[in-house]
């Protein structure tokens, strides 16, 4: 079995990354987004939001988004989601997540036919 570590276009029926390897962009201060594996079909992403941080604009959804959280507490309105919440906006969908405690999540955005 080989490893490859193209973040950005697979061309290989199986890629694997060690998401701790993969380059930290910061999206805002106090929030940043490790870019996952990037295929045809679907990319995925890890995002870290420290203590006290909002997502710094309205995140509006062509194509289907779904996000895990794995650690902290992602609030979305009035909802408030957990470790091991699982979150799927449909296409037309918005939102703008924030934290208090911070958070983690991991997530796919269904790229479009």
């Known amino acids: 079995m080989s490893d490859t ?4 276009n697979s061309t290989s029926l199986v890629t694997v990354v060690n998401v701790d390897d993969l380059e930290r962009k910061e999206v805002t201060p106090g929030i940043t987004r490790r870019q ?13 939001f420290a203590p006290g ?3 710094p604009a309205v995140d509006e959804h ?12 992602v609030i979305e309105g009035d909802e408030r ?7 799927v906006f ?11 405690i911070g958070a983690q999540m991991i997530g796919v955005s269904i ?3």
């Open 36 to 48: 996952l594996p990037i295929t045809d079909y679907a990319g995925g992403w890890l995002i870290d």
């Open 90 to 100: 449909a296409p037309g969908s918005s939102h703008k997540p924030r934290t208090e």
């Open 81 to 87: 989601h957990g470790p091991g919440t699982y979150v």
């Open 62 to 73: 062509t194509t289907e988004e779904r996000y895990y959280v794995l650690s902290g507490e």
């Open 53 to 55: 941080t909002q997502w």
């Open 5 to 8: 570590t193209d973040t950005t």
């Open 111 to 113: 790229l479009s036919d």
